[in-house]
């Protein structure tokens, strides 16, 4: 596809169009991702006989498309990001500069558990109080004490989730690395929360515990270990007293096999852990054998944030449809082996969803992304409120 040119009469320039950055563009206007990029993916292929634009008539092509969806807050918003070409720059602690971006301001705001909708509405706030009063140089220390007062007015917020921000913002000014730990059973969306997380809360290292699993299989033959060659649901059919015939209590059993196989990981996890720690990066560890009790194994001494949870899905056939739903999207998961292997893989989440409560670990039911990303959010700030005592003047001083 060749490239569309876009002409700028004021700024006399000529620039291909990039998806990516009217992508960006939107996301600024309030629109979530998946939204933005289906947008301009849209637009890209509007343009893809067309081989010059000018700005404007862009700009009216893309206001048009968000008033057909009915996007009028979205519309006002892109038009004056449009309009203005005032440059905000914010100072960091060591007196470097970077523009102000409404795309990571407003992920911050969601990083305290705001939906889409309430952090765009905040930003978009800010940005048209700093451009009003011509601040267009102003600290980060400022800009968050800014924003906090801004939350402890609105009266939709208010100081609740005013406080939660200054919890938010306390704990990245610490430097102290967070630690998620994402279990469940399989089907229950641990993978698709745990990217998610990441991109919101910028966490670069994730690590799947099925990954770890394939690499000691590389390790150690399933001969020598036949255990680790299974499914977490299934490990119990190669414990040595598993005969092959009824066992007299079938969730005892499955339950032995998966924390049998648990455990061999349990060392892996550890290391990974702990190379996280010892490097003070943030991490995100998700799988099926990330257990409630695995938080016993972690050290004590470190002022690291561990925050665990455990994901579920509450009812068979909504589980069902998910596993079915992950087997098209990625035909080498083999949805039909959990398919067949149901019953054993709902009587799993049964005992880690038992094992969760027992240990005090938060059960999230995982029926909408956005619902379990914001409740994972306020879990993490409620880990972070524990020994807060800090007031707004000393965390913006």
């Not at 596809?1 to 960006?24: C, N, Q």
């Not at 011509?134 to 208010?158: A, M, P, W």
């Not at 704990?171 to 279990?183: D, K």
């Amino acid at each position: 596809m060749a490239k569309t040119l876009v002409i700028s009469s004021e700024e006399r320039t000529r620039v291909p169009f990039l998806r990516g950055i009217l992508t960006r563009t939107l996301q600024e206007a309030g629109l979530t991702f998946d939204e933005a990029y289906s947008l301009a993916d849209s637009i890209r292929q509007d343009l893809s006989d067309v081989d010059v634009i000018s700005t404007k008539a862009l700009r009216e092509k893309v206001v048009k498309r968000l008033e057909q969806a009915h996007k009028p807050l979205v519309v006002d918003r892109y038009r004056s990001s449009s309009r203005s070409h005032a440059e905000i720059v914010v100072r960091d602690e060591e007196g470097q500069t970077t523009p102000f971006s409404r795309s990571q301001h407003r992920r911050c705001l969601e990083s305290c558990s705001l939906s889409t909708e309430e952090s765009s509405a905040v930003t978009q706030k800010m940005y048209e109080h700093l451009l009003e009063k011509h601040i267009l140089d102003i600290t980060s220390r400022h800009l968050g004490h800014l924003t906090y007062r801004c939350l402890h007015q609105d009266s939709r917020l208010g100081p609740a989730v005013a406080q939660r921000y200054l919890v938010w913002v306390d704990f990245l000014h610490s430097g102290r690395p967070l630690i998620i730990l994402i279990g469940g059973t399989a089907g229950c969306g641990k993978s698709t929360v745990a990217v998610e997380l990441a991109n919101r809360l910028e966490i670069v290292r994730t690590q799947s515990t099925d990954l770890l699993r394939e690499v000691m299989r590389m390790m150690i033959p399933k001969r020598l270990l036949p255990v680790l060659h299974t499914s977490s649901f299934t490990a119990w059919e190669t414990l040595p007293h598993h005969d092959g015939a009824a066992a007299d209590d079938p969730d005892a059993l499955l339950a032995d096999g998966y924390r049998t196989q648990a455990e061999l990981l349990s060392v892996a996890l550890e290391a990974v852990v702990q190379r996280a720690l010892r490097e003070r990066v943030s991490l995100i560890l998700e799988g099926v054998h990330v257990q409630p009790s695995f938080l016993e194994k972690l050290p004590n001494d470190t002022d690291a944030l561990v925050v665990p949870v455990m994901l579920a899905v509450l009812k068979p056939e909504q589980l069902r449809k998910r596993i079915r739903g992950r087997g098209i999207e990625a035909p080498q998961r083999r949805a039909e082996r959990y398919l067949s292997h149901f019953e054993q893989v709902w009587r799993l989440q049964s005992f880690l969803l038992s094992e969760a409560d027992r240990l005090g670990v938060p059960i999230i039911n995982n029926n909408d992304k956005e619902k379990v990303i914001r409740e994972i959010m306020r879990i993490i700030i409620t880990h972070m409120s524990a020994n807060f005592t800090a007031t707004p003047r000393e965390v913006f001083r």
